[in-house]
């Protein structure tokens, strides 16, 4: 259509294009079809014959090919078959980050306070007397000259040791985090889905680090009868499998990828829907899914007090509110003087982010 369409302007009104407002869609999709572009293409059809948001001058076809065109999809020439791009990838990460972000309450906490006086980067509003050793640098010329005249009055004028006022520093530390997902059956058991949650959590995070911590590090493991690290760019691709829940496996693995760190503060997020069921003893892996096996309980335990003296907090992060389900949790938490919280699906992230930005970590001396 050649021209300009005019309509009336609603304040508050959605003023986003009709491609934008089916990219929010098609990029909330993809979460739940694990990335399968052609799958979330299909949902949103269905959803079309339902509840129509195209009309005769923009269809289907149109949005597919500026998916194309602003670089969110590419074709395979060969088979025709398509898949998202990294620049989908990214937004993806984006999107789950404004929209965890957009449910927390704003706060002063953040940057990873030790609320340890040092070299840092934020003055510290406070000021104390000159001790022997203190850097020149770190002299308030300002609170000294008042502190003298206070001291020693206008007419006789003199500044003295005992005068010399210093203004810190605010020290900022550098923190490493290992999130655990656990990737077992029961993430998806009983209709409901809790996968999708972990793995926005999980985006937002990386994006969150990337984009506002690039000196902390990140890495990312899944868990079911095996532990296995995977990368950002893998997140909007996870599924869940048929497996069991090898937390032990997942805990090895979260310390050893510590162990190469040097940042002096570590800590690990496990996000889990359930108890341990499974062991790996040799080639063979040890099950028991019904109710708290002791053998399993025992190994957990005895790694999360091995974190506790490497002073590495564990965070649980459990997707259910089963009673049984609290005492190992309680259990494994009071063994590593770590926390845990007891997060339904919707508030999962608001959890996990208050967490990592309260900078309530502990001190490293």
Known sequence: MIGHRF?????????????????????????????DAAEA????????????????????GDFIDDLKNNGYLQENPQDGSIKITAKSEQTI???????IFGKLKKTRQGNHQTFKPGQGDEINPGTRPYRFGDMIEQIDFTESIRQAQVNHGMENFSMQEDDLQIRE????????????????????LYGEDRITPAKKVAMALSE?????????????????N????????????????????????????AMDLLRRRKNANKQIFMITDGKPTCLKIGKRYYKNAFGIDRKIMNRCTNLAAQCKKLKIPITTFMIASDPY???????????NNGKAFFASLDKLGAFIFKDFESGKRKTVY
Do not use: C
């Open 93 to 99: 990460r984006k999107r789950s980050l404004e929209e």
């Open 325 to 335: 389900l609290q005492k190992f949790v309680q259990e494994f938490t009071e063994t």
């Open 7 to 35: 309509i009336p302007f609603i304040p508050g009104a959605n003023n986003k294009s009709k491609f934008e407002q089916m990219l929010d869609l098609f990029m909330e999709m993809l979460n739940y079809t694990s990335g």
């Open 226 to 253: 095996d532990a296995w690290t995977i990368e950002v760019k893998d997140l909007p691709y996870l599924e869940v499998g048929p497996y069991h829940t090898n937390t032990v496996a997942g805990l090895e693995l």
């Open 41 to 60: 293409l299909s949902w949103m059809n269905e959803l079309d014959k339902q509840r129509p948001f195209t009309d005769d001058e923009y269809g289907m």
């Open 208 to 224: 969150l680090i990337r984009t506002k911590y690039p000196k902390d590090t990140l890495d990312i493991l899944v868990f079911g």
């Open 169 to 188: 520093m605010d020290f900022k530390t550098q923190t490493s985090t290992v999130l655990m997902i656990d990737i077992s059956h029961s993430m998806i």
